[in-house]
């Protein structure tokens, strides 16, 4: 690089570099421009001298963006997880719709320096890992995870290989998850109230297998022992994304109890070891710590299917003075004829896990090339051919590649998820994943029956695609239902339950109701699509048209050639009277046809 006499000096050095923003600032601004500033400099004032504090030096500030410089990597995570903290407390003294959360992105980069400003790779790296972090939370990239493993008391999710904005070669990327960052505390959430009926959350089993890569093993057991307890109509179960929020720690049992609002916990390990594996459980009555259950099993790696049975009638056994029935001789899941055959499967459901998380077709890719691996050691899996329909419903919505939209997609969808009924119709997952196809197909009634088979099978098993299924199919008030059952089935829900509750009750025309849930839902999830479309037509129908143009002007930039016409087809309403009200809210919003 060559410079005149007249330009400025410029330098280069290793640095670490924080880059932060308030997720769904621009709809704080839109709802009360003067308390949003206001708020913004409050925070700032607390957030500069945690920055200073860490060592670290502010470098730009633009709008409710901040960037910062470090020495240290260590010091840059370390600031990153005391600004969430702090945020967090301030936001628990705040009114939700007025909460301001922030992303952090940390990297550790070659940047350059001249007398005016900062700027290289290391800078975008940082700026487009804090794009994508969950309001409230940290992503950090695989040459900070390197230099600070084993110096941060935190635990990291490894999201794996991200195609980040700008940025030509894929980025590593690891989710800090810190007490504070990742699980409220239980002064900021509260209790929830204990069901009728017996209770129960199994905690993600850790790995001692030594490998982090092995973690989708254990995970997999773990979300197979959640299946197999929910078949007990009799028990109320926690979801597994409740569950998982726990990864990696060690909670206070009786806190978990409380913010899950159950009244038993099961927490284990696994540790795998060529053909053979151990695992470890224990029960635990989360009101007074005390274990009602342990034991250990070690068996030949093909029967651990067999394992996880024992442990789930075990537990059932122990809980059987608070059951009227058992249904111990329900129809449950068949095992894979190969254990391998499981295997891929488990890797692919926990790669789909990270597809649903941040939307990366690269994840998406590898769920549909572990689901055919899978197929290809067992071709009569039915949990493959089930996953492998979620590939290709998941392609059909999301404009990836020449799948996006394409009627062909949905067809493969539909055959793989008929293919998996007819080899294993006892299992729910495969009436869910035709239920999800059959609404794209806006074969209404049929999706619906397939939902409610589903749940027939076990009576814990709803999910938001359920609600959306009975959206679509103008039944907006059934969908509130069952979007409260899942929330409370999972009180980590996904923040598209949010969304899709808000939506429910637009179809309705309870647009008051609808708007404070979609700005929660868009401040969670900024670039969420779906959430601003569905944002803009309830401002439209409060009459509210400059915010509404507002959430219409980041609709095309999130999506420059978006138009209500693609979006009839996603909706893919039931009725044309609902159809005709909901893209009436759009058009007022000045959305392109």
């Known amino acids: ?29 839109g709802a009360d421009e003067g308390t949003t500033v206001r708020d913004l400099k409050a925070h700032q004032a607390i957030v500069f001298p945690i920055i200073a504090d860490h060592g670290g030096r502010v470098i730009d500030t633009a709008g409710d963006g901040i960037l910062a410089e470090f020495g240290s990597v260590v010091n840059a995570v370390e600031c990153a997880i005391a600004i969430q903290k702090t945020m967090a407390e301030r936001n628990a003294q705040t009114e939700e719709p007025r909460r301001m959360r922030f992303r952090i992105g940390v990297n550790q980069g070659d940047v350059i320096h001249d007398e005016t400003r900062v700027y290289g790779d290391g800078v975008n790296v940082a700026a487009r890992l804090e794009s994508i972090a969950e309001p409230g939370g940290i992503c950090i990239s695989g040459k900070v995870y390197d230099e600070i493993t084993g110096k941060i008391p935190a635990t990291f999710q490894d999201l794996g290989l991200q195609q980040l904005k700008n940025i030509a070669q894929p980025v590593r990327v690891y989710r800090v998850q810190t007490e504070q960052v990742a699980v409220p505390s239980a002064q900021t959430r509260p209790a929830l109230a204990l069901p009728d009926k017996p209770s129960i959350a199994v905690l993600p089993f850790a790995n001692l297998s030594g490998d982090p890569k092995e973690d989708y093993f254990s995970d997999g057991i773990t979300a197979d022992i959640i299946t197999e307890l929910s078949r007990f109509s009799e028990l109320f179960v926690i979801a597994r994304n409740s569950s998982f929020q726990y990864k990696g720690k060690s909670p206070d049992i009786r806190q978990v109890g409380r913010e899950l609002g159950v009244r038993y916990v099961l ?12 695992i470890t459980g224990q029960l635990i009555d989360a009101a007074t710590g005390v274990h009602r259950w342990a034991d250990r099993y070690d068996r ?26 058992a249904e ?84 493969q969808a539909h055959q793989f998820a008929r293919k998996a009924i007819q080899l294993d119709a006892n299992l729910p997952l495969v009436h869910t994943c035709l239920g999800v196809v059959l609404t794209c197909r806006r074969e209404h009634d049929a999706s619906i029956a397939a939902f409610e088979r589903a749940i027939a099978l076990n009576p814990n098993y709803v999910d938001w695609p359920f609600a959306l299924a009975l959206v679509r199919a103008g039944n907006s008030t059934r969908a509130i239902d069952v979007l409260k059952t899942y929330m409370r089935l999972d009180p980590f829900y996904a923040p598209f339950a949010l969304g899709l509750l808000g939506l429910s009750h637009y179809m309705l025309k309870q647009y008051s109701e609808a708007l404070p849930l979609l700005r929660d839902y868009v401040s969670q999830a900024p670039n969420s699509r779906s959430g601003h479309v569905w944002l803009a037509a309830t401002h439209a129908q409060l009459g509210q048209l400059d915010e509404a143009r507002a959430e219409a002007a980041e609709i095309l930039r999130l999506r420059p050639n978006y138009t209500i016409a693609g979006n009839r087809m996603v909706m893919a309403f039931k009725s044309t009277k609902d159809e005709k009200h909901f893209f009436d809210g759009l058009l007022k919003a000045g959305l392109p046809e």
């Open 300 to 325: 030949d790696l093909k029967d651990v299917f067999a394992v996880q049975d024992e442990v789930a009638h075990t537990i059932v056994s122990t809980l059987a003075a608070h059951v009227r029935k």
């Open 267 to 278: 927490e284990g390990s696994i540790r795998r070891a060529d053909d053979r594996v151990r």
């Open 1 to 29: 690089m060559s410079h005149s006499p007249g330009n400025p000096k410029v330098s280069r050095k290793l640095a670490a570099i924080l880059a932060a923003d308030i997720a769904g600032y621009s709809t704080l601004m």
């Open 328 to 411: 111990s001789e329900r129809v449950r899941t068949k095992p894979a004829n190969s254990w391998q055959a499981h295997d891929y499967y488990l890797q692919a459901a926990d790669a789909l896990a990270s597809f649903n998380a941040l939307f990366n077709k690269e994840d998406l890719y590898k769920t549909r090339n572990l689901a055919q691996q899978s197929l290809a050691v067992d071709p009569n899996y039915a949990r493959a051919y089930a996953i492998l329909a979620r590939t290709y419903d998941a392609a059909w919505l999301h404009p990836f590649d020449s799948d996006h939209l394409n009627p062909s997609a949905l067809d």
